[in-house]
């Protein structure tokens, strides 16, 4: 079991950290070797960031890694959020979702405005399913649309 500490990054970012690291580990690459295979595309310390959360990645980077570490960052993603529980109480604020300008998150800026129209209180929680039901409106693993949601309107837990 490896030891995380907790920082601002958030506990899918450690879990996300914790399968990059146990992939590496898996196939018996150093960290030195892995950045030396990606051609200058990674450093070392790059991948103790990645590894060790200590800062959040980007998709841009979810991507690189998943390049590097040779898995898709969708199955990453799944990856990690299978290492973590999931709130049931996580909730959005509809008004800021409604209003996002996010094209990933168009069908979730539909249903967050036929949700305020119907009269529903602007911070609404939502439960896994709820979430689940979300992601797939969008297209998106519930790790991808709650990374979404995290930037685009306030997600509270």
Not at 91 to 116: F, H, I, K
Request: aromatic residues 4%; charged residues 25%.
């Amino acid at each position: 079991m490896t030891l995380m500490t907790r920082t601002d990054t958030g506990e899918l970012a450690h879990a996300v950290g914790a399968e990059l690291q146990q992939q590496r580990e898996s196939r018996g690459w150093s960290r030195a070797a892995l950045a030396a295979w990606s051609d200058g595309r990674a450093k070392v310390r790059t991948l103790i960031t990645w590894e060790k959360a200590t800062r959040s990645m980007s998709l841009r980077q979810l991507g690189d890694a998943g390049l590097l570490y040779q898995l898709r960052p969708s199955e990453l993603l799944a990856r990690a959020e299978r290492r973590i529980p999931w709130d049931p109480d996580l909730g959005v604020d509809l008004a800021a979702l409604a209003a996002t300008q996010c094209d990933a998150l168009r069908p979730a800026a539909r249903w967050a405005q036929d949700e305020l129209r119907a009269g529903e209180p602007p911070f609404r929680g939502l439960r896994p399913v709820d979430l689940a039901r979300l992601a797939d409106r969008c297209r998106l693993s519930v790790a991808h649309l709650t990374i979404l949601l995290s930037t685009e309107a306030p997600v509270h837990q």
